[in-house]
């Protein structure tokens, strides 16, 4: 089983902490969608959008989040023969989907500082291009991608676009609030997917430095953060990238190869 992702991709972190859970083993690749690796032929050919996660289980491809997890949970249970191992119930899978539902592209870019934005998305634009001229029988794909980065930094201009994906965010916290009330985890009693979907979330806005103004506020929300962040997976995935010096190291390390890349025009 092959696994396409990046420690900076909210929904690859989903996926990678439901592999950990499950015990599921797999192959990692690394693609980085912000030095423009997800757009090279060999990705794209296989994932047309261009996006990640991407699971792989021999000839069978699966690109939704929730579809793979699902996915997983499955094996899983093949894998254990146990009969009293089930997969998610319909109360998880409601909550899974209310937090897939939030979009947090425009959230995140509108707090990434201006400059550095606008070089990475020229940045891409650029191997988009070049990529295209590489691959002519996937022209038609490239020139996609290359009007949505586009239309990316004309949403950003909209007001309306980023008060909509804040209230909307805020909306799915104070409900994930009112239910930590009333049980330890989001769907009850254990740990479930829907937890996996909801970690990442959390883990973004602390990346961003809005802990405070996110889930500190919230008692509930910050109690149930401070007992995620103590599991294995959660350690595995997300802490070992950006817990204290590393979340430095990880983004310096991802803006250094932009910076030289652009520099020497190795698009």
Known sequence: MQLYHHPLDLDSQRVRISLEEEGVDYTSHHVNPITGKNLDSSFFKMNRRGRVPVFQNGSHIIYNTIDIIQYIERIAVV?????????SNREVIEWMQRIQDWDPKFFTLAHIPEKYRVYVSKFIRQVVIARMSESPELAGDYHRKLREA??????LKEADVLRRGKEHLVRLLDEV??????????????????????????????L????????????????????????????????KYFNGW????????TWFLVRIRSLLKRY
């Open 79 to 87: 894998s254990s023969g146990a009969e009293s191992i089930s997969t």
């Open 150 to 155: 586009y239309e990316t930094e004309e949403k």
């Open 177 to 206: 609030e009112r239910q930590l009330c009333e049980t330890p985890f989001l769907a009850g009693q254990d740990f479930t997917m829907a937890d996996v979907m909801l970690i990442p979330v959390l883990a973004r806005l602390k």
């Open 246 to 253: 590393r979340k430095h190291k990880t983004l310096l390390k």
């Open 208 to 239: 961003l430095d809005l802990e405070k103004e996110y889930i500190t506020g919230r008692p509930n929300i910050a109690e149930y953060w401070l007992l995620v962040q103590e599991r294995p997976s959660y350690k595995r995935v997300i802490g």
